[in-house]
């Protein structure tokens, strides 16, 4: 079965500062959708990367998918206390036509210090 | 639209006691997932439904789970017997299985279940 490991487990930033987020695959990535939680609520859709070399942006937020490397990264600029939450990433596990299934990973808890 | 929406929020009961979730999922969608989320293990699904059929729930712990959909705006989640390792937040998930976002599942709040 396919795992998703995201690295740092958790960080924690200064405000204004950069960061990235990583989620590695132990198999081929066909798909990666990026979610962010805060504590006690559900998890939000940020983003999704479907194609090797994709990048995509909303707001400070950036997501590169890089299939070769089997990864994911997300970076943040300039961060702010908003940005603080748990972010996760899920992937298709089974890629077959009519699999709409996402695993996901552990998470990466971050904190921004105002 | 109103979103995915759980209810109850929260639930405590206890150890040997029924417990049911319910879910509605997003008006149009016609992928339902449930999932269970622990600081242990993260976030886990359980099964998921397609057009109220159920396709996959090999995630179900026991046979002390069930799952049901009986139409296309409700999904229960049942516990029978509660155990304390059942404690966890679950959540419920809707996808519209059609066009360009056709993956995208989008999260209801989840219930925080506490089982003494």
């Known amino acids: 079965s396919q795992e998703l490991e995201q690295s740092p487990q958790s960080l924690i930033v200064q405000e204004g500062k950069n960061l990235t987020i990583n989620c590695t695959s132990s198999?081929?990535?066909?798909?990666l959708y990026w979610y962010k939680q805060k504590y006690g609520e559900g998890l939000i859709f940020l983003m999704m990367?479907?194609?090797?070399?994709e990048e995509k942006s909303h707001e400070k937020i950036t997501a590169k998918l890089d299939e070769k490397k089997q990864q994911s990264s997300l970076h943040i600029t300039a961060s702010q206390p908003s940005h603080a939450g748990i972010y996760l990433c899920g992937a298709d596990p089974l890629r077959r036509a009519g699999s709409y299934q996402l695993t996901f990973g552990k998470g990466t808890k971050l904190s921004v210090i105002p | 639209d109103a979103g995915v929406i759980q209810s109850p929020r929260h639930e405590v009961t206890e150890m040997g006691q029924e417990v049911t979730l319910r879910c509605k999922p997003i008006?149009?969608?016609?992928?339902l997932f449930w999932y269970r989320q622990t600081m242990m293990r993260g976030l886990e699904l359980l099964i998921y439904f397609n057009n109220n059929v159920p396709i996959d729930d090999s995630g179900m712990p026991e046979d002390r789970f069930s799952a049901k959909m009986p139409n296309a705006s409700f999904s229960t989640l049942k516990i029978q017997p509660s155990e304390p390792r059942d404690s966890a937040v679950y959540f419920c998930?809707?996808?519209?299985?059609?066009?360009?976002?056709?993956?995208?599942?989008?999260f209801g709040a989840g219930t925080r279940l506490s089982v003494l």
């Open positions: 008006s149009g969608h016609d992928y």
């Open positions: 198999k081929t990535l066909y798909g």
């Open positions: 990367l479907q194609k090797g070399g």
């Open positions: 998930a809707s996808s519209n299985g059609q066009g360009a976002g056709k993956n995208i599942q989008y």
